[in-house]
DNA sequence: CTGTTAGCGCATTCAG
DNA sequence: CTGAATGCGCTAACAG
């Protein structure tokens, strides 16, 4: 017990090749059922685990997936790893984390990504915020290497993409501060190069229109998501003459939203009372923060689970959940029986929250699945209703979001196509 | 290119077999200059990357570092990633992240770690805040597994271990507010359970004591370290007669601080005026709340670095820096030249701020590295002193923790016989 | 200093 | 249905 046992051990005990304990488990159909069973009470008594790297080389395929992160200043960023280490977990495969440094210069940040093609260490790579790194990502996929990427604001064509509604999200928050009879409302912006930037820009300028609004110019502003810019943004809104000066802002990221708050107690504002406030994300802090944030929850572990949940449907080698470790567990939540009950394209279909775009190629090409953002009502727009606990920190968490689909303006359902 | 070159290739087109091309590539000294120059530039020519998989299964010896974080709801977890992140980068290794789900059961948790050990993937680990995990940790290393824990509770005896100086840290904050004037100054715990709440409570007495003052149990109150349990401490201390209400409070985490600010406005309370506060971590939002945190912060970045710099010594086969990536890059702040320049041993040593506990064991037994804890004033406590930057994201992260060093209640420097 | 020979632990042929 | 042989890509002894 001293020395890792090795598949010949096994063998050796179980009186049969390695090779049969090999089939076995890889879950082999061509296996006489006792031996089966012999062989797996072997592996179980003997906590026999094979190696990853090993039948990685000989399988000619990894078992790894890599995760690139963009450096770890975002909040949530952890919250999207949890989804995929959440999902991982119940698989035999096993995460790899590679970090895009903010200390790096551009041609290194290209050399992380070229390494991790060159390493050849992982099977796929989930590429978080990519961001300028985009592009070279891309460059992955059109060599053949599976890769998904969640949440970026540029979408190579073609790449598996995994994002939030932030259209509808942001529709919805301006939509809600009209509905409290708030007609000017300022909207603090992301980047411009950012597509959610634009999305939620659209958004809100929609929910205007529709409310027979115009966008006034002088209230958008923008910023670059930090609560620094917010602050600013803030200065720039409360400088306005007071016929200006809107009573509602919609900060198109909480952190701004937070810096909005700040700046609007140095100017003796409060919050709901003079201006009200609506943010973007839902970040475990906007709960905290008093007034409590009003804001569009984004469902980031969902994102994860679901960038994973795709790649390992392309990598398709997946057949069963690693089974050893998870065999005691009664699995009582629905989530886990779900996704272990059924492969994983059936279950993406079945919840019918993923997109196909880009008609014209028939086959897949880019597999495009955009998830529900929903607007979380707390005390700072200082609407009656009882603030929402649906987003409330690990609460719903681990739960697939839910069937209920969104505006239909970039979602079809021409999913059949999916697996390959 | 359109297939990954593998070492046979290199090896024909630099007319030499492969066992030279590996030698090159592992810094072997027995290698002829010209050769060596002459492989070299072909495998950079090709973009060749080693396969991890394949020279770990063959050398014996895997290349992967398994990092352990327990659950993501601990903001600075992030932090330290990016410590380690950051060094692994510059070396041949690549991270692997183990997660501790928080919805595992008991036994789930322990078979993440068991898995760990059997799959035999990983050459050592790094675990942050295992927790309840930690006697399983201790297996591990038992086993001889090489294993390093940052800022656990429970120390088992003989694992190297990472962590801040919780005491001085609780006790310059509590002499800050004694300095500022306070008599009355309550603590919030952090969970009793955990090594560092006590140390914190003996930081915030000690300093209460040499100050003269008694330790006033009515007010000491316990959380867990969230913002939750904060605010049903600030609660109880707001529920005092005003005889016995703190005038100031020091709360064991930032968190819970927060909790205490929220909870002040409920009561109609400002800070600092009616009741000074501070915290402990310097998460990143202490600098953005209103009034701003005065806190300790903790070094989570070099606590990760620290980590995985003493795991690598400890493996010490990591020769040189990986090179083919930072090459180019000239290396001008003097952090990277640090550590690229030395080796790890040396580096530490030459810091100073190693100590090495156990002295019964002359060899070495348990290496235990602690770090400085700063003390950051900022608005909450009614400082006149302008609020210290240093600690603001991002501004000095990546520098080596500096040469001063703490309290010398538990550092010695016995450290030449670190590496073995 | 360098080439040759064996495996690392496993998956996958291909014959039984 | 199962065993024996072959090799994944690389390193580690060996011999030269």
């Excluded at 879950?27 to 906590?47: A, C, F, M, Y």
């Excluded at 026999?48 to 790894?64: D, E």
């Excluded at 200082?382 to 681990?398: C, E, F, I, N």
């Excluded at 303006?409 to 999913?415: A, E, Q, R």
Aim: aromatic share 6%; hydrophobic share 40%; net charge negative.
């Amino acid at each position: 017990m001293a020395r890792k046992p090795t598949i010949d051990d096994i063998a050796q005990l179980a009186g049969v090749s390695k090779a049969t304990v090999s089939r076995v488990l890889n879950h082999k159909p061509d296996v006489n059922p006792e031996t089966r069973e012999r062989v797996l009470s072997i592996v179980q008594e003997q906590g026999f685990v094979p190696s990853i790297t090993a039948s990685g080389l000989a399988g000619g395929q990894s078992r790894l997936i890599g995760v690139l992160v963009p450096s770890f200043t975002w909040p949530f960023i952890a919250d999207v790893l949890r989804g995929v280490a959440e999902v991982i977990s119940s698989t035999s495969y096993e995460l790899v984390l590679y970090s895009i440094n903010d200390t790096l210069r551009g041609s290194d940040k290209r050399d992380v990504i070229d390494h991790i093609l060159a390493s050849k260490l992982v099977a796929g790579l989930i590429a978080i915020f990519p961001g300028m790194q985009a592009r070279h990502v891309a460059r992955l996929h059109s060599h053949g290497f599976p890769v998904v990427l969640i949440d970026d604001q540029f979408i190579p064509p073609g790449v598996p993409w995994i994002h939030a509604d932030n259209f509808t999200g942001a529709y919805s928050a301006a939509q809600h501060l009209i509905a409290l009879g708030h007609r000017r409302i300022a909207h603090i912006q992301g980047p411009a190069g950012y597509l959610c930037s634009r999305e939620r820009y659209q958004g809100y300028s929609r929910a205007l229109q529709e409310a027979g609004m115009a966008v006034d110019p002088a209230l958008i502003v923008s910023g670059d998501f930090t609560e620094i810019s917010g602050q600013a943004a803030a200065r720039a809104l409360f400088a306005l003459s007071p016929e200006q000066r809107p009573t509602a802002i919609f900060a198109a990221s909480d952190q701004m939203a937070f810096g909005v708050l700040a700046v609007a107690e140095e100017y003796g504002l409060t919050v709901p009372g003079d201006v009200a406030l609506a943010g973007f994300d839902d970040i475990g802090l906007s709960s905290l923060v008093r007034p409590a944030l009003t804001t569009i929850r984004q469902p980031f572990p969902e994102m994860g689970q679901c960038a994973i949940e795709l790649l390992l449907s392309r990598l398709d080698s997946h057949r069963f959940p690693s089974g050893n470790r998870h065999l005691e567990a009664p699995s009582d939540d629905k989530h886990q029986e779900f996704r272990i009950a059924l492969p994983v394209e059936s279950s993406l279909n079945g919840e019918a929250w993923l997109s196909n775009e880009n008609h014209e190629s028939p086959a897949l090409s880019s597999t495009h699945i955009q998830l529900a953002t929903s607007l979380v009502v707390r005390a700072s727009c200082g609407a009656s209703r009882v603030a929402s606990k649906s987003a409330a920190r690990g609460t719903a968490w681990g739960a697939v979001p839910p069937a209920s689909r969104e505006e239909p303006h970039d979602v079809s359902f021409s999913t059949p196509g999916l697996s390959s």
